[in-house]
């Protein structure tokens, strides 16, 4: 229901042919998933992934059931810092390809924690 | 009813929701604090291999040598309330039924068609993976001999936080060697009595007559002796019983001495109550307050005074401020230091049950004016909208110098990832 009480139904003069088809406004959580147990938004620090389309402050939703796949991108732990990092496998392993070209990628190993995979992006403001 | 009952329970698990956001807090010992960083409530093994106690005041530990490395924070209800949902939601889709008996235990249902070992290893896993709180599972044939079963994965390491007491055997040496106090709903007073009859381990108590049992410790030690011999007595509760009173109490950040300032926490709490109660679709006819001053303070005399009464039926946050408000006042003794207050309400009755001979309000305009303020904090969070009486700056308010985000519930404070 819309704050002010006003759904589009309650109408003094004529009545609303809309009130059998009232829907209201389009939940978000709903299209991103965001009551499941295994999905988390993060916001994104940083320009490192800028080819990859992730810009910094864009807010993206980890999903922490989902599988990692080559070239997916996942949120990591790693010697306490929480990166976002693009995955490939190759040589029988993962790796963390980095988004600017002149860094070597980095081998997935122990102590490493793949926290989730990122499954949407969302930009509040273009 | 089922044939085994689990309990799953998180890991220090305070400790473990702020570890799941923050890896610089993996490897070191964490402490979690009471409300206004009063008392560790929650600890990680190297805290506790640190000799930290739970319960211990922060502000006497905190400057020993050998405490530098623990990272102490204040206690994060919003986030562990949401973990907790999270891990029950794990579950709920993967046994018949669940029963959150707290915010970090939960019993279940076990009747699934699979090897229990393999099962409760994979559950652990995923709530780990998905809710990113490290558990222990125990499970056997009653809710008592589950939740002992969790507290032995809990305790014995080489167990892999899994314990299982379905097998009488293995069930029975475990009495042999646990003394009685180690089980659920035996209290140290009930093991007081007990070890006067010369009964000291478990398996003294499954084995004595069931009649001088019941007659000592009445139907509920019976119960407890009937489930930890392998007969459930104690079914999963799915519903939440209809409460009987709700309260909303805190201790004040710092001595509260100006009638200002309490009469901003009683309405604060009052309002909060309300809200509670209208969460439920409930109206409470009966109100209480209370408010006393600190019971250690050296050379202070310790008061506690508290008025109750009768009220019309309500959940108007408007009302219960008022009426609140107006019991405190009537307790308000100036020149003392008020350490603590609270709103109580009691005989809670579903909302607008009763038509009113002499209602003095009008409730169904009452009614749209709350459930619009609800709504506007529903969607833009708690307190956004809000009656002035409980205050702006809410100076009493409790201390939390250590908090971390609320990393999953507010969009403002999600974690932080750097682009890598």
């Keep these: 229901m819309a704050q002010d009480g006003y759904t589009g139904a309650e109408t003094t003069g004529f009545v609303s042919p809309a009130s059998d088809h009232l829907e209201g406004p389009i939940d978000l959580s709903e299209v991103l998933d965001l009551r499941r147990p295994n999905r988390y938004p993060v916001r994104v620090l940083g320009e490192a992934l800028i080819d990859r389309g992730i810009l910094p402050g864009d807010v993206l939703i980890a999903d922490a059931a989902a599988d990692p796949r080559p070239g997916a991108v996942a949120i990591v732990m790693l010697h306490g810092e929480v990166l976002v990092a693009q995955l490939a496998h190759k040589r029988g392993q993962w790796w963390l390809r980095p988004g600017r070209r002149d860094q070597p990628a980095v081998p997935v190993s122990e102590d490493m924690t793949l926290w989730a995979v990122v499954a949407a992006l969302v930009r509040e403001r273009v | 009813m089922p044939a085994t009952y689990g309990l799953i329970d998180g890991n220090s698990f305070y400790c473990s929701a702020e570890r799941a956001f923050d890896p610089a807090l993996r490897h070191v010992p964490v402490v979690v604090l009471s409300n206004n960083d009063g008392c560790a409530i929650a600890r990680t093994p190297e805290a506790k291999a640190l000799g930290i106690k739970m319960g211990d005041p922060w502000h006497l530990v905190r400057g020993r040598a050998e405490l530098r490395p623990v990272r102490w924070m204040s206690s994060n209800y919003t986030l562990y309330g949401d973990m907790s949902r999270r891990v029950y939601q794990v579950l709920a889709e993967r046994v018949p039924r669940v029963e959150p008996y707290s915010i970090d235990e939960m019993f279940l249902d076990l009747d699934v068609p699979r090897d229990l070992a393999l099962f409760c290893a994979e559950l652990r896993q995923e709530v780990l993976h998905i809710a990113k709180v490290p558990t222990c599972v125990g499970w056997g044939p009653t809710k008592t001999i589950a939740k002992l079963a969790n507290g032995l994965a809990k305790d014995f390491s080489e167990l892999g936080g899994l314990c299982d007491l379905t097998d009488p055997a293995e069930r029975a040496a475990w009495y042999q060697r646990l003394p009685v106090g180690e089980v659920w709903g035996i209290g140290g007073r009930t093991q007081e009595k007990l070890a006067r009859l010369g009964i000291e381990s478990i398996a003294d108590f499954v084995e004595a007559d069931p009649r001088i049992m019941r007659d000592l ?172 009486a409980i205050g702006i700056a809410q100076n009493w308010g409790t201390r939390r110098t250590m908090l971390s985000p609320r990393y999953t519930t507010r969009i403002g404070e999600i974690m932080r990832v750097r682009a890598f």
């Design chain 2, 217 to 388: 410790l009445t139907v509920v030690g019976g119960r407890v002796q009937m489930e930890l011999r392998g007969t459930s007595c104690l079914p999963l509760q799915m519903m939440v019983a209809t409460r009987k009173g709700l309260a909303c109490t805190r201790a004040f950040g710092r001595p509260v001495t100006q009638w200002s300032e309490m009469r901003e926490a009683v309405a604060a709490y009052a309002h909060r109550a309300a809200e509670k109660l209208r969460a439920e679709d409930l109206e409470a006819c009966h109100l209480a307050v209370f408010i006393h001053t600190d019971p250690h303070a050296p050379g202070e005399r310790y008061e506690h005074l508290q008025h109750a009464a009768r009220i019309e039926p309500t959940s108007d946050s408007r009302d219960l401020i008022a009426e609140a408000v107006r019991m405190a006042e009537g307790l308000w003794q100036d020149g003392r230091r008020w350490v603590k207050a609270g709103v109580v309400l009691n005989d809670l009755q579903p909302a607008g049950r009763q038509a009113r001979l002499f209602a003095t309000r009008e409730p169904r305009a009452s009614a749209k004016t709350m459930a619009v303020m609800d709504a506007i904090n529903r969607q833009h969070g708690a307190g956004t909208l809000r009656p002035a």
